[in-house]
């Protein structure tokens, strides 16, 4: 739980992979921000293609509080990282399948200019490097640009976790209370203090 991003795309070209790195890299690295270089160069006889090898290619970085964010492909061209490779990867279940190439990364911890820094980022990442990607924003600043809406999302999303906080430590389940019946009854005292 916590405000997140998600994103999915494809690199346009194979050529842009290491311009690619060397400028997300040249960024974090201003911030201060952790990085980590994957594979620097897609294998010619699968970019583009549907089938895909155990590598990663591209960046990925970690601001202060915040998930680890991924500008990074399989062999294919298509945005994934290592988690999404290990637990999705060659798998036969197409409803699963699909998350191979879903990314998200939870910003609430990291707090609202992270959120929007990363975002703007991103914006700029698609127009010089990226094709067919799309991004959904829980914030609203992807689609709206709009950073009031973002601050009063993020205070929603903080408030919603204190509540859930001090529900959880104020709160305890009663003797012989099934889980489900707990759960149910934060939810409801809750949706009561905020309604």
Not at 34 to 45: D, G, K, R
Request: proline share 4%.
């Amino acid at each position: 739980m916590g405000l997140s991003f998600h994103y999915s795309g494809s690199i346009a070209k194979p050529e842009y992979l290491n311009e690619l790195i060397h400028e997300v890299r040249d960024i974090v690295s201003v911030l201060g921000w952790e990085y980590f270089v994957h594979e620097n160069q897609f294998p010619e006889e699968l970019f583009g293609r549907p089938d895909y090898n155990n590598s990663i290619y591209g960046i990925s970085f970690t601001p202060p509080h915040c998930e680890t964010v991924s500008v990074s492909f399989l062999s294919n061209g298509r945005i994934s990282d290592e988690t999404h490779l290990l637990f999705y990867g060659k798998n036969e279940t197409q409803t699963e399948q699909k998350y191979l190439y879903m990314l998200s990364v939870k910003t609430q911890f990291a707090g609202v200019a992270v959120h929007q820094f990363i975002i703007e980022l991103f914006r700029h990442l698609n127009k010089k490097y990226f094709f067919d990607f799309s991004l959904f924003d829980e914030g609203k600043y992807w689609e709206t640009g709009d950073e009031e809406i973002l601050k009063t999302t993020f205070k929603k999303y903080t408030d919603l976790l204190d509540n859930f906080s001090f529900a959880f430590e104020n709160f305890p389940a009663q003797p012989g209370e099934k889980i489900g019946s707990y759960l149910e009854r934060i939810f409801l005292m809750i949706k009561k203090s905020t309604d």
